[in-house]
């Protein structure tokens, strides 16, 4: 199925760059413009310019006294012992130069794919800039400044009055966006991701399902480590459909870190690219049944940013514009560019090769266990059928 879609894009986006050395590196989303521009998927029509969230915007979710501190630190002017009260000048967040008006830039991204899907004639639009879930009303953390994801569902309420599933495949648990919906009954945050037992942030437990009115409208997969792409599979298809089915959201928004690759450095899960073929495409699928085709993607987590993000975010774009998975070979003069600059070779296919990690000895004890947790999670809202079917019955 091809749909009109919308990439927001800008050059910009390489701002937001806390060190040389750090693991968030805005440069896999330049890579994956350029694989896109090699294989002939992208046109000029296509890419639209990220506005600049304003100070309004931001404020939807974040303290004001929060964005007055970042920009000081961008500008120089907040002291390490203030900055550590916001999130900032840590190991994870440390300060930069210019960095609000870096970390408006992907807000405004994300904002600018809502209105094309919106206001424009899009069904689709993609934000690899964004994706931010961890940042907190008034807190950075792990590696997030502003919460674009948690800013553009409450945009959605306020201007469109729609209700939102959010669905985040990150390998770390979406523990920002969560916190600012738990209460809310009009979003559906689904979040499958690594168990906090080992992992940042340490929190996405099964039992975390919201409060009041939102009791029933959060909902936490958080796999084994070293779930291989059957179980993950296994688990983010039969959650999504069962509470897509029970939520009947009138749009998606979804959150595509690539850090559960078995490449990544920074997680202990073991998929390989089958995984970030699969997520697309059921999303896609979804919104059309749903949501009369509205979904929004944007970025997030991925820190193999030579091997693994391009490749997987670049699928993305190809479900959203063609309905079609990309095979074969990688296009040579991409290729033949960044291996100049990456530290390892680049995948010559589209596709991993079999055998890129060893055999896990564990694999079907993983596989019981994720599927205990994906019953856990599940059960609410299967009660919830049950009972409604009792209900229409009568």
């Known amino acids: 199925m091809t749909c009109k879609s919308a990439f927001i894009y800008s050059d910009k986006f390489t701002n937001y760059q806390f060190a040389n050395d750090h693991p968030f590196n805005q440069l896999r989303v330049k890579m994956t413009k350029e694989l896109l521009d090699a294989e002939y998927l992208l046109n000029e029509a296509d890419i639209l310019t990220p506005k600049m969230a304003n100070d309004e915007d931001l404020a939807l979710v974040h303290d004001r006294q929060y964005i007055d501190a970042v920009k000081k630190a961008g500008n120089g002017k907040l002291t390490p012992e203030d900055g550590w009260e ?5 190991e994870d967040t440390p300060m930069f130069p210019n960095m609000h008006e870096a970390a408006a830039l992907l807000v405004g991204g994300t904002l600018t794919a809502v209105d094309a899907v919106l206001e424009g004639n899009n069904k689709h639009a993609l934000n690899l800039g964004g994706g931010l879930h961890h940042g907190f009303k008034r807190k950075a953390s792990g590696f997030c400044i502003y919460n674009d994801c948690a800013i553009a569902i409450k945009y959605i309420r306020q201007k469109y009055n729609l209700r939102i599933l959010y669905v985040d495949t990150d390998a770390h648990h979406g523990d920002g966006v969560q916190s600012v919906f738990y209460d809310d009954p009009d979003v559906c945050t689904l979040s499958i991701h690594e168990t906090g037992r080992y992992l940042f942030p340490g929190t996405g437990n099964v039992n975390e399902r919201g409060l009041k009115k939102g009791y029933g409208y959060s909902f936490n997969l958080p796999v084994d480590a070293f779930t291989e792409d059957e179980s993950f599979l296994e688990v983010y298809s039969s959650a999504l459909r069962e509470i897509a089915e029970y939520f009947r959201p009138d749009i998606i928004v979804t959150q595509n870190g690539a850090d559960a690759h078995c490449y990544d450095p920074l997680t202990h899960l073991c998929s390989t690219m089958k995984t970030f073929e699969t997520i697309p495409l059921l999303a896609h699928d979804v919104a059309h049944e749903y949501c009369e085709g509205r979904w929004i993607a944007l970025g997030g987590g991925g820190y193999d940013i030579w091997r693994v993000v391009p490749r997987a975010w670049a699928q993305i774009w190809s479900i959203m514009h063609t309905g079609e998975i990309i095979k074969g070979d990688i296009p040579a003069v991409w290729k033949l560019k960044w291996e100049r600059e990456a530290p390892c070779s680049l995948p010559p296919k589209w596709h991993d090769h079999p055998g890129i990690y060893k055999e896990i000895p564990r694999k079907a004890e993983i596989t019981e266990k994720n599927v205990k947790v994906l ?15 009792i209900e229409t019955k009568k």
Do not use: H
């Open 86 to 90: 916001y999130g900032l000048g840590t």
């Open 375 to 389: 019953t856990q999670a599940l059960q609410y809202c299967r009660n919830y059928k049950t009972f409604s079917n």
